[in-house]
């Protein structure tokens, strides 16, 4: 039921849990009257605030909140945030500092969108009922980082923000175009079909988003562009965009497998773990997440333990870069200690697994490929990164501008070029943003804002 009061005013709030971040946006719809009639804008909602809290897995979290003032934005706030220890406490920050800092009356937000790694079946956005917050509870134990997380930013909001309507906008929505083959499993397929076991994909609002603004960068409609994009952060993967539709993704039935992260395996041989702990079937008795999530040590090891905080103890892959580069001349000597060799293995492994997916989908699209993409904490800021990638994708005629490469952060706008092939292949970076995705989606649904619903 909507607040009517509410939905006149017009506010949309956009939270984002990820696997170590909350980033939250507030908006305002730009057209009051006609809502729906700005389907044609990339960003139909103007943007009111934004905030962000790192590091809720390596505390102390870090804490920005800045006023977008006419588009330009104020000098961010940044602090780091001893209290915060998980999303629920993060997002009762937040709203302690939206009181104190923001002019908002809190029951103007009509709407309260929330990323859902996990939908399962779901594949369009679910106001949040008794059955919907069951359905993806039951789907926390497929998004042990995520799913739980979510669901204890919604229950905040119940109780926080009671005029407005929660909704839940799902990350493996994009993906459901995935071809069956390709998101089968080479297992038994009745076990497979009763139990769901398949791959559906995730950081499906970040491709949505990306596919949107490379459209209208490049001004070509969506179901024109094959695409390879790369969503690299705490959580990495890749996509394969073929005419516009998602065709292959590196995560699978949950969002463990396919890249390594911050703290995860990424695909290792499923029998590994069985040699790594002869525990790997037992019960988790982690029970650090606000919501009962029910996990394996296996999944616990591979989900939380792992990846590069496990080779370099930091979950910071710009630390990684940074002290792989002041190690580089022992490295290369030969004469490094494991301590200093660590960082360029963790690096080395990242990348490695990068071009498996990059080489794997560039053959799948035929080479009918007009642009990869780099996107995500890493991909956005990783200069060196995005230079060894490149740098390898010569093979395939990309190239990259070495200067635009470096000045990515000068540049303003959601996509920045950074190179273009003689035969057109073009090397971009995109900024993405999971919580305008949510907010315009919200923005262009009716039933959302008529006085009836
Ligand atoms: N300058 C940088 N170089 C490389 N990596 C960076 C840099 N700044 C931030 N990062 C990485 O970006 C990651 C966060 O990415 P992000 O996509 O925001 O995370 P999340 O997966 O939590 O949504 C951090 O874990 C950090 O490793
Ligand atoms: C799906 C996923 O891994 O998300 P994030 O990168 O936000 O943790
Ligand atoms: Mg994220």
Redesign the pocket.
């Known amino acids: 039921m909507v607040n009517t009061q509410a939905s006149r005013k017009g506010l949309i709030l956009s939270v ?1 849990a ?4 909350l ?1 939250i946006s507030l908006y305002r719809l730009k057209s009051q009257t006609a809502p729906p009639d700005v389907s044609s804008e990339l960003e139909p909602v103007e943007l009111l605030l934004v905030s ?1 809290i ?3 897995s390596a505390p102390p979290a870090s804490f920005t909140f800045s006023l977008a003032a006419h588009g330009s934005g104020r000098e961010a706030k940044k602090e780091p945030v001893n209290s915060i220890h998980d999303h629920t406490s993060a997002f009762a920050h937040f709203l302690d500092y939206l009181k104190k800092e923001a002019s908002i009356d809190r029951s103007e937000i009509a709407h309260v969108c929330h990323r859902v790694v996990h939908g399962g079946d779901y594949f369009h956005p679910e106001v949040i009922t008794k059955e919907s917050y069951k359905h993806i509870e039951r789907l926390s134990d497929l998004a042990p980082l995520h799913n739980g997380a979510a669901l204890s930013v919604m229950k905040a909001c119940i109780d926080a923000l009671p005029n407005s309507q929660s909704i839940a906008y799902f990350d493996t929505s994009f993906h459901r175009p995935i071809p069956h083959h390709i998101a089968s499993y080479a297992i038994d397929q009745t076990i497979a079909k009763k139990r769901g076991l398949k791959k559906y994909g995730f950081h499906g609002l970040s491709y949505a988003y990306i596919l949107r603004a490379v459209s209208t960068h490049l001004k070509r409609g969506p179901n024109t562009l094959n695409l390879i994009v790369m ?6 993967s890749v996509c394969a965009i073929k005419e516009g539709k998602s065709m292959d993704t590196s995560m699978g039935l949950t969002p463990l497998t396919g890249l390594p ?2 703290t995860r395996s990424g695909g290792v041989d499923p029998s590994l773990i069985f040699h790594y702990t002869n525990l790997a079937g037992r019960m988790s008795h982690d029970r650090s997440a606000a919501v009962d999530i029910h996990v394996t040590r296996a999944e616990e090891i591979l989900n939380k333990q792992s990846g ?1 905080k496990a080779i370099t103890g ?9 002290n792989m580069k002041t190690n580089q001349e022992k490295v290369d000597a030969g004469t490094a200690s494991e301590d200093e060799a660590k960082w360029k293995l963790a690096y080395d492994l990242f990348v490695d697994r990068i071009y498996d997916f990059v080489g794997g989908y560039y053959l799948k699209l035929g080479g009918r490929v007009n642009a990869i993409v780099f ?11 995005r230079q060894t990638i490149v740098a390898q994708m010569a093979c395939l005629s990309f190239k990259l501008d070495g200067e635009k490469n470096a000045s990515v952060d000068k540049e303003d706008g959601a996509v920045v070029d950074i190179g273009v092939s003689d035969d057109g292949h073009q090397v971009l970076v995109c900024r ?1 943003d ?1 919580q305008m995705e949510m907010a315009r989606e919200c923005s262009l649904e009716k039933k959302f804002w008529s006085d009836e619903s």
């Open positions: 984002n990820g696997s170590s971040s980033k962000s790192s590091n809720i969503h690299l952060g705490s959580g990495a992260g911050a590069w930091t979950t910071d892959f710009g630390e990684v870069v940074k996107s995500g904490g890493i991909g956005e800021r990783s200069v060196e990164l993405t999971e």
